[in-house]
């Protein structure tokens, strides 16, 4: 019995070590921690079918439009322009208060109405969804920092919302057409 | 300080290393729970455009994805080059996607379907055209919940 117990070494563990640090590497190498980023929108709902087509009383003014054709060119409230001056164009949109006759009577009003054509290629309409994202949150920002001392991202869910009803985003997106003929 | 040096010679034992695999397998179940492996085999090849405005997606498990873009380089020869919709393992075509949605509800909880989202993970060379026929699709669907896959980056 003596010699058996003798006879049964232990099994050396020094070598767990490396083979734990082998599955590690790999499960290292393998994880992929990228978080899913990307440009939140909400789709409006369908029409009802049986619901006539009413016409919407909106001010011209209040409503900035903005096409996008199927060579990627901006045509913004009848004029050509730069997808550079879009932010600004929008931001002096939405915050004109009132003090221009061509443009919004105030930001809670302010509508962009955003169309494009079939042919748009898809990387400048997210451009474009961007640049409006991106006047939204610059004025969003400006707002809470008089009010609350704060960036807009910091602030807690209430103050948001009262930012938000200050400066809702209204982008509304045309019934699909094809204008430029092309699929 | 001969005696000093004397004494830390004889007390210096070899450090144990007997913890040492457990301290790497306590490593290896966190990567091993945290790692998720990707569930779906990409047949079209998709470079989201970049933006700056970009949130982070909430709720991964509620967020149901549609890949568009062109067929990879094998799958060329029998699908050709024209951007294309994937949904979880097949290309699908855009009136599939009404039954996509529905079948992705159908797993969830039906306190949970409002918050369901649907991601477009679309290349940035493909045309707005495919991209609204599977917004109208959503639409019909009530899907109205979407986010436009991006990278994070300026022009």
Redesign the interface.
Known sequence: MASKRRGLPEIN??S??DI??L??IF??V????D????????????PEEDQPEEDSQINARNIYVVLINSSNQLLVEGEMMDISQLRDGAKSFIDNNGIREDLSENPEKAIISLQ????????M???V??EL??AY?ELRNKAALSKFGERYNDLNKVDQKEIRKIYPQKISEAE?K?IGG?? | MSKFRKNGSKSMPAIS??S??DI??M??FF??V?????ETTLFVSVV??K???????EK?SL?SYIYIGSPVKRMQASYGTSARIQLNDAFADVGEIQEFIATEREAKDEKEIPYM?T?LK????????I??DI??E???A?A?????????GE?
């Open positions: 563990a020094g767990m070590a734990a640090f599955l590690l499960f290292l393998t994880t992929t921690m978080i899913d980023t990307g440009i939140a929108r909400k789709l409006p709902p369908m494009n054509d079939r042919g748009t290629s898809y990387k309409y997210i451009r969804q961007n994202a991106a949150n699909p094809n092309n699929s | 290393t007997a040492l695999p790497v397998f490593l290896l990567f091993m945290t790692t998720v492996m990707r989201t455009p933006a700056t405005e970009i949130k982070k997606m991964k967020v989202t991601s679309a290349d940035e060379t493909v045309k707005m055209g991209i609204t917004k109208q959503l639409r019909k009530n109205l919940k979407i986010n436009y896959s991006t990278r994070k022009y």
